[in-house]
């Protein structure tokens, strides 16, 4: 008996259900994670940029803004009361900071920056009197200049003396950097051109046009500054509707 047509044709059978069964298959796994052809995915329709079917909405990388940052020779950066940034090199070579922040107003700044000095003479590499400059531009179009607040904590060596220098501290207040921190009486920054200061060439490379050098009013005797302003935005809002969920307690924020 010749049974070899009757082989082929239930292997075609079944091939052909070993198909549909994979295409069925397929097909129910795309409608579970995708939805109806035409409809709304499942679990979708969240908004763009962060968002989710709760009416979460989660900032996104769009929202922040870049921060620049060159100080002759250090500084520690805090906003709204919290670190935000700190020069990685005590003094020199002379380099550029940049960080991402996510903003959110009113944004108060408060930047400690110091000139390399010995703190017993004032003098750097021995008797040399340096001097400092610190300038910093906000991707928000926020620039250093005449306007922030500044107040020097460390002078010397006092009125020039390299023979016998002799210095004067002032005892810098724990809380500087916090919002509430009262700097009414505090003079304003004094403002210094690109050509006194003399930056070094990693100024050059990062974008500060609009911001000034900005100092107390003695530039070479004065060591460590302390600047703050307020950014003021009434109309500002926050794009965003939640909070991190990080816990970041024993970090050295302050």
């Known amino acids: 008996m010749n049974t070899?047509?009757?082989?082929?044709?239930?292997?075609?059978?079944f091939r052909i259900v070993s198909f549909l069964a994979v295409a069925g298959a397929m097909l129910i796994g795309a409608v579970a994670q995708e939805g109806v052809p035409g409809g709304k995915k499942k679990g979708g329709g969240g908004k763009k940029g962060g968002g989710d079917n709760k009416g979460l909405i989660k900032p996104t990388m769009a929202d922040t803004i870049k921060v620049n940052v060159y100080a002759d020779n250090w500084f520690v950066l805090y906003i709204n009361g919290r670190l935000t940034a700190v020069d990685s090199i005590p003094f020199t070579p002379h380099n550029v900071i940049s960080v991402?922040?996510?903003?959110?107003?009113?944004?108060?700044?408060?930047?400690?920056?110091?000139?390399?000095?010995?703190?017993?003479?004032?003098?750097?590499?021995?008797?040399?009197?340096?001097?400092?400059?610190?300038?910093?531009?906000?991707?928000?179009?926020?620039?250093?200049?005449?306007?922030?607040?500044?107040?020097?904590?460390?002078?010397?060596?006092?009125?020039?003396?390299?023979?016998?220098?002799?210095?004067?501290?002032?005892?810098?207040?724990?809380?500087?950097?916090?919002?509430?921190?009262?700097?009414s009486a505090w003079a304003n920054a004094k403002e210094f051109t690109e050509e006194r200061v003399n930056?070094?060439?990693?100024?050059?490379?990062?974008?500060?046009?609009?911001?000034?050098?900005?100092?107390?009013?003695?530039?070479?005797?004065?060591?460590?500054?302390?600047?703050?302003?307020?950014?003021?935005?009434?109309?500002?809002?926050?794009?965003?509707?939640t909070k991190p969920d990080l816990d970041v307690t024993g970090a050295p924020f302050k």
């Open 199 to 241: 930056p070094k060439e990693p100024f050059y490379a990062a974008d500060f046009k609009g911001a000034k050098f900005i100092w107390s009013d003695d530039l070479d005797l004065d060591n460590t500054i302390i600047f703050r302003t307020r950014v003021e935005k009434p109309e500002w809002k926050a794009r965003w509707n």
């Open 100 to 183: 991402d922040i996510l903003p959110e107003y009113p944004m108060t700044i408060a930047v400690m920056a110091k000139d390399n000095a010995d703190p017993k003479t004032g003098l750097e590499y021995g008797d040399h009197i340096g001097d400092g400059g610190f300038i910093i531009k906000f991707g928000d179009g926020t620039v250093s200049n005449a306007r922030w607040k500044a107040k020097n904590f460390f002078k010397g060596p006092l009125n020039g003396d390299v023979k016998n220098p002799q210095v004067e501290h002032t005892p810098i207040p724990a809380n500087w950097f916090a919002v509430d921190f009262d700097d």
């Open 4 to 13: 070899a047509p009757s082989l082929r044709r239930f292997v075609k059978k």
